[in-house]
Nanobody
Framework: QVQLVESGGGLVQAGGSLSLSCAAS????????VGWFRQGPGKEREFVSA????????YYTDSAKGRFTISRDNAKNTVYLRMNSLKPEDTAIYYC????WGAGTSRQTAYEYWGQGTQVTVSS
């Protein structure tokens, strides 16, 4: 059983930056693909970014490309999402999720374990 805990959310002005962390426990972290998803007010949960087990492959939704960077530190069992040039439309609860097949993917159904989420609010 894998447990995921997100942290690093908060309130930031438009144009600012935040770094989210996803700390994992209870499994072999280096085997897991990890994704970040978000759910904005009144919206469905959507894919943001993902990283493969090795960190060698990364994926981003179009709105995140050039602004967000995903990375992982397998020694610390942690995945990071660095978010720059934040916009009000980035306001959402951000969730990390673990993919036991290790690939990292945009498909939510591929993820077996989910964290509780961390709130990101971007003011205009």
């Amino acid at each position: 059983q894998v447990q995921l805990v997100e942290s690093g959310g908060g309130l930031v002005q438009a144009g600012g930056s935040l770094s989210l962390s996803c700390a994992a426990s209870g499994g072999t972290f280096s085997n897991l693909g990890v994704g970040w998803f978000r759910q904005g007010p009144g919206k469905e949960r959507e894919f943001v970014s993902a990283v493969s087990w090795s960190g060698g492959s990364t994926y981003y939704t179009d709105s995140a490309k050039g602004r967000f960077t995903i990375s992982r530190d397998n020694a610390k069992n942690t995945v990071y999402l660095r978010m720059n040039s934040l916009k009000p439309e980035d306001t959402a609860i951000y969730y990390c999720a673990a993919d036991v097949w290790g690939a990292g993917t945009s498909r939510q159904t591929a993820y077996e374990y989910w964290g509780q989420g961390t709130q990101v609010t971007v003011s205009s």
